[in-house]
């Protein structure tokens, strides 16, 4: 659809009426801002609280490593799955609906993992919990772009991120508090008053947002197809590490997901209202943000993934400590996102988010150099520099992407945004993952043999491997001296920090591509949000 068509069709949607004294705060923008940030505040909070607690979890559930993984990797899974049909779904039924279904469904399905007793049925709750993760994100986008004019978009989407920063700098300190004093399922139990909040307040304030020109129907087919094509997707390259990447498994769910990205990509040029209309990407800008946010996502999510691991079980910290030092990246991102909002708003998205990236790239070879014996104040420097850098790309990406969509594609542009963030931390978790465990399995052996120890054989020694692999020093049998049980978890500890510092210095090569990919950004061209249907 050409711009002059769509600046058309929102000259001749009535303007939304002006406040009532009975009314007022229905549809206020900074209201409908506070609204959407509290239910997504679900999301973050739960990323960070559940990363802060998943060494607890491990060894409560008694889960295998693999297992553990799949805690988070089940949860992207869903979010990657369902997140562009989230967005359809608002587009056509109203964002305001979908977002209150998206914050009852995450609240009841945390509740259901607090109650869980084994491993595996928390791993089904979380895959529910992505779903309906899914429904929230599109809509909160689509709701704030229909509340706010465009001048004033960026400016609420930084202030967006950052209350979504101070959730997530919450997380690790409430999480860890939680973890310590009460019980690992108290941290999934959190998100019920939030959850509650968010409905209530969704109920009093949002006013219903959809696309004036949203299809009414929906392409199943194409619904179909695209999410078979990312479950098979995100299903191999989550596998891959424990399968092997050139196993039969890997490469047929892999070449199964390209055959039916094809034929996703055929059937969306015949369909008479696609899921996703192949017209979005002739927009460089627009494919440019959404790869962006993909590498973005691979560097960012797949190495921070094993930092909660290196604090607690490489240095010995309790939950709460390891939140707390974590605070320095996350603080950053609370100051980070407004300020990048303003930035953009000023100088357009290319130079935040080169900058942006250019100081995720540093942060990332700054954190390989990380050792068994680096200091706070060395982790900081680098957990500051994460923060400070990955804010205007979150703030930016966003930007680019929904604003260079037509206006009845804000929902899908939405998903588009958020699938991307989601099939880029998946393969980041898993391929960083894979070379981290190939490394660790390459210097153990050295260093078990460095150490003096004697060889571990058979399944003992593929236990050990796995261990190493998350920074956990074996047990020792009763009696061992403690020289013995030094020279164990240093030989672990170093073997783990060989195989984080390979990860991040592949995530540094990602992050400056992903900076790289940003000279193709510009501002969107759209100048006002969706219409506001009452």
Do not use: C
């Not at 939030?194 to 219903?208: E, N, R």
């Not at 619904?223 to 590490?241: D, T, Y």
């Not at 946010?293 to 560097?299: C, D, E, G, S, V």
């Not at 993952?433 to 190939?438: E, R, T, V």
């Amino acid at each position: 659809m050409s711009q002059s068509v769509v600046k058309n069709s929102e000259a001749d949607a009535p303007p939304p009426p002006p406040p009532t004294p009975g009314g007022g705060l229905k549809g206020h923008p900074w209201l409908t801002l506070l609204t959407v940030a509290v239910g997504v505040m679900m999301v973050a909070l739960d990323g960070t609280i559940v990363a802060i607690a998943n060494p607890v979890i491990q060894e409560k559930l008694k889960a295998a490593p693999s297992e553990i993984q799949w805690v988070t990797s089940g949860y992207l899974l869903a979010l990657a799955v369902f997140l562009i049909t989230a967005g359809k779904i608002g587009d056509r039924f109203g964002h305001k609906s979908t977002f209150l279904v998206g914050a009852v469904g995450f609240a009841a399905t945390s509740a259901a993992i607090g109650f869980a007793g084994n491993i595996q049925t928390v791993i089904a709750f979380r895959v529910l919990q992505g779903l309906f993760g899914a429904l929230l994100q599109p809509a909160a986008l689509g709701l704030l772009r229909g509340a706010f004019p465009a001048e004033k978009l960026n400016m609420a989407i930084g202030i967006w991120g950052g209350v979504i920063g101070a959730s997530t700098a919450a997380g690790p300190i409430v999480g860890g508090l939680l973890v310590e004093h009460v019980s690992w399922e108290s941290v999934f139990f959190i998100n019920i008053p939030v959850g509650l909040i968010a409905v209530a307040l969704g109920l009093w304030i949002l006013k219903d947002v959809r696309a004036e020109n949203s299809a009414k129907s929906f392409d199943v087919p194409g619904i179909a197809l695209l999410s078979a094509g990312m479950f098979a997707l995100v299903f191999g390259i989550i596998k891959a590490p424990e399968w092997g990447w050139g196993d039969a498994r890997t490469l047929l769910f892999l070449g199964g997901a390209v055959l039916l990205m094809v034929l996703f990509a055929l059937w969306q040029g015949r369909a008479k209202e696609p899921l996703i209309p192949l017209s979005l990407f002739r927009s460089v800008p627009l494919s440019a943000g959404v790869l962006l946010m993909a590498l973005m996502a691979f560097a960012f999510f797949g190495a921070i993934f094993f930092v909660t691991f290196y604090l607690q079980n490489v240095h010995g910290m309790k939950p709460v400590d390891a939140g707390v030092h974590l605070l320095p990246m996350t603080g950053m991102m609370i100051v980070g996102s407004p300020l990048a909002g303003i930035a953009i708003g000023k100088l357009g998205p290319r130079i935040p988010i080169m900058a942006g990236m250019l100081i995720t790239t540093a942060a990332m070879f700054g954190m390989s150099t990380l050792d068994t014996g680096s200091g706070t104040g060395v982790m900081s420097l680098w957990f500051v520099l994460m923060g400070l850098g990955i804010s205007p790309v979150m703030v930016g990406a966003t930007e680019v992407i929904v604003g260079n969509a037509p206006l009845e594609l804000s929902g899908v542009a939405g998903g588009l945004q958020q699938a991307a963030m989601q099939v880029g931390g998946s393969l980041g978790t898993a391929v960083l993952g894979a070379l981290m465990a190939a490394k660790v399995g390459d210097v153990l052996p050295g260093n078990w043999a460095k150490a003096g120890l004697p060889p571990v054989e058979g399944p003992q020694a593929e236990g050990l491997k796995q261990a190493a692999q998350l920074g956990i020093a074996p047990p020792a049998p009763p009696g061992t001296p403690q020289q013995a049980v030094d020279a164990m978890a240093g030989a672990v500890h170093q073997s783990f920090v060989s195989g984080m510092s390979l990860a991040f210095a592949v995530a540094a090569v990602v992050a400056f591509g992903a900076a790289l990919l940003a000279l193709l950004t510009r501002r969107g061209e759209t100048d006002a949000g969706p219409a506001v249907h009452i």
